[in-house]
Each structure stands twice: as structure tokens, then as C-alpha cells.
């Protein structure tokens, strides 16, 4: 027996991608799970792999035999995003000799069905995949959120950060830190108590979280009110852009702070990167980046710092990059 919702998710809520280059298989698969789970459908693994840089479907069903790049293929390069790792990926084939099952199962499919699909067939295995995944879903939110903000707290953190800067590592491609603070807090929670105190903690945490616009993009609460977010294949430049979105968007909520020389809850940010081929380490970057939150703070707060860069206001009041004062 299926159940439709595990925590707040029903299965009408999960996204199944459909990766098939003919056009009528794609129609026959659509069809036959429009009224069970909502369906996106692309022709090629390319547009999978594209797909999946921007959404992150809860299971995919995958043709086999495609022109330019196959279903294996596909799926070895969606397995190497640590945001594509655990998606359910369900072969469908069209030859079920021996030789091809196994090869499906060592390209690393959870399923597979033959052409021409059984309908009932299909359904129950995309039903059964997708329950299993809710519950491993559900049960890391539980070990992995923490449950003030929503954010992810310091256990995920240190499970994922490591493979992300091995990511960084085997890619050549940088990878961006950024501790925001929540300026004058403890002003805050004296003057209008600790309740009001978590709910703006929980606020700020939804609205960062909302402005991310990556799925590889994380937020996590690394202690009381500071919060990181980790940004992958993120220079310099497209660092600060999203750290100061992310004041001015928390500014912009206008929630009142009368101990604040801004009237109201702002971030202060400290910047830092591990670029494409350096060794620098996860602890060394963390202390960059709280040198530069160190140095927004002692300039004035509700601004951004980035490495050996001018210290910059995003925040109304100065315009964004206007230099206040050089650091480098
Ligand atoms: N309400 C609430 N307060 C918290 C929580 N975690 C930490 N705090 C409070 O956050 C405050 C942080 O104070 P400080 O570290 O002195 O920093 P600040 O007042 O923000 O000052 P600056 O960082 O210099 O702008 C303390 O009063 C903590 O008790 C929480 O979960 N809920």
C-alpha cells in the first residue's frame, strides 16, 4: 500500500523528469503519470544534465537508447552533482536480455521497466520510488535542519562541505563562503524579547533561502545568529552580488530595530573563496571569511566583505559598491 504525503510533501507535489529523444514515448509517459505526479519532459541527456543544474526533479525516467548520449551516460554524469546523487533514476529500455539488465544496474538505476511500458507497472514502480525518496527526504530534514529557521544546521555542514571542496577540487571550479550576522542582535532580544528575537531569526533565515537561486546553493545556521551560505562554481565577483542581494533583501523587509543606527534588522558579511586549483582548506576559508564579517562589523555593519577587496554598503542608504574604505 502507498501513502500519498510523507511530512508535508504529497506525491501530486513530486517531479518526475522524462528524458527521452522520441517524442511519442515521452507522450505515452506523460500520460500515462499525469494524474499521479506532475511530469517535465526533455529529448536529449544534455538537456537532462541542464535541466538538473537549475531544478532537482525527485526521480527521472530515462531512455537508454538516445543519439549523441546515451541513458548511461547520462546518468554517470548527473551521478557526479552532489544535488543529482540521490535522485532515483528509473531505466526505460527496450531490451531486457541479461547482459542489458546488469548493465543497468552497474550504470547505477534504482529500476527499470521494458518498452512498451505496462502501465500499471510504470505507476507502482514510480510510486514506490518516490514514497521510498519522501521518507529519506523527510528523514534528513530531521537530522539536518535545524528547526528554528529552517536552515541547515553544522551536522550537514559537515557532511557536505568536504565533498563540495573535493567537487571544487577534481573541477577547477571555485567555490564561494559567505558568514552573514545579524547586526546588533542581542540589542534586539534585550529590547523586544527573546520571542520576537527567533521569529526575526526565522524570517531572515526563510528570506536568504528564498533569494537563492541555485539548488546548489545551501543555506546553514552556524550558530546562533549567523548563518552561511555556501555557494558552488561562484567566483568572486558572483559572490558578492548574491551576499549583497541577500542584505539588501533582508533589509528590504523592514523589520524595526530601534537599537540599530539603521532602524531596522540588517547583516553584516564576510566573503571567501577557494579558487579553481588552490589548496587552501575548508577551516582556513571559514577563518577568511570570518575575518572579513570582522571587518564589515568594525566599518559600520549592514555591508559586504570580500578578499582583498573595498568594503561595500548593499543596503540602501550607499549604493551598492561605493567604496567606503580599502582593505587590501
Ligand atoms: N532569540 C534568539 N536569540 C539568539 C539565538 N541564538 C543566539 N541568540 C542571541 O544572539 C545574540 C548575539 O549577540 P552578539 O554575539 O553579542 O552579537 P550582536 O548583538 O548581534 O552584535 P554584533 O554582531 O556586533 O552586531 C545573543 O544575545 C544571543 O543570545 C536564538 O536562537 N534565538
Redesign the pocket.
Known amino acids: 500500500m502507498y501513502i500519498d504525503q510523507v511530512g508535508d510533501r504529497t506525491l501530486a507535489d513530486c517531479n518526475v523528469l522524462i528524458v527521452d529523444d522520441q517524442a511519442s514515448s515521452r507522450l505515452v509517459l506523460e500520460t500515462l503519470l499525469e494524474e499521479t505526479v506532475s511530469c517535465f519532459s526533455v529529448n536529449s541527456g544534455k538537456e537532462a544534465i541542464e535541466y538538473c543544474r537549475h531544478n532537482t526533479p525527485d526521480l527521472i525516467l530515462m531512455d537508454v537508447s538516445m543519439p549523441e548520449m546515451d541513458g548511461h551516460q547520462t546518468t554517470a554524469l548527473l551521478r557526479e552533482k552532489p544535488a543529482c546523487e540521490h535522485i532515483p533514476i528509473i531505466f526505460v529500455t527496450s531490451s531486457s536480455t541479461e547482459e542489458e539488465e546488469s548493465r543497468c544496474w552497474a550504470s547505477g538505476c534504482v529500476d527499470f521497466v521494458v518498452k512498451p511500458v505496462n502501465a500499471c507497472t510504470l505507476i507502482n514502480r514510480v510510486k514506490s520510488h518516490i514514497q521510498h525518496k519522501l521518507r529519506s527526504d523527510f528523514l534528513e530534514k530531521l537530522i539536518y535542519i535545524d528547526k528554528?529557521?529552517g536552515a541547515y544546521n553544522r551536522h550537514y555542514l559537515d557532511d557536505y562541505l568536504p565533498r563540495l571542496v573535493k567537487d571544487s577540487e577534481r573541477n577547477a571550479t571555485p567555490l564561494a563562503l559567505v558568514i552573514f550576522?545579524?547586526?546588533?542582535?542581542?540589542?534586539?532580544?534585550?529590547m523586544y524579547g527573546?520571542?520576537?528575537?527567533?521569529s526575526?531569526?526565522w524570517k531572515v533565515s526563510k528570506t536568504i533561502n528564498e533569494a537563492l537561486l541555485r539548488p546548489m546553493d545551501k543555506l546553514v545556521r552556524i550558530?546562533?545568529?549567523e548563518f552561511l551560505v555556501i555557494l558552488p562554481n561562484t567566483d568572486v565577483d558572483g559572490a558578492k552580488a548574491v551576499a549583497e542581494r541577500l542584505l539588501q533583501t533582508v533589509y528590504d523587509l523592514n523589520i524595526p530595530h530601534a537599537s540599530s543606527e539603521y532602524s531596522r534588522i540588517t547583516l553584516?558579511a564576510g566573503l571567501a573563496l577557494k579558487l579553481a586549483n588552490d589548496s587552501k582548506t575548508v577551516d582556513y576559508i571559514m577563518l577568511e571569511a570570518d575575518k572579513n564579517l570582522y571587518a564589515a562589523?568594525t566599518s559600520g555593519?549592514n555591508r559586504v566583505v570580500s578578499p582583498s577587496q573595498s568594503v561595500t554598503k548593499n543596503a540602501k542608504g550607499l549604493s551598492s559598491g561605493q567604496k567606503l574604505k580599502s582593505l587590501s
Open positions: 528554528l529557521t550576522d545579524v547586526d546588533h542582535f542581542k540589542l534586539f532580544n534585550d527573546h520571542l520576537d528575537g527567533d526575526c531569526l550558530g546562533g545568529e553584516s562589523k555593519r
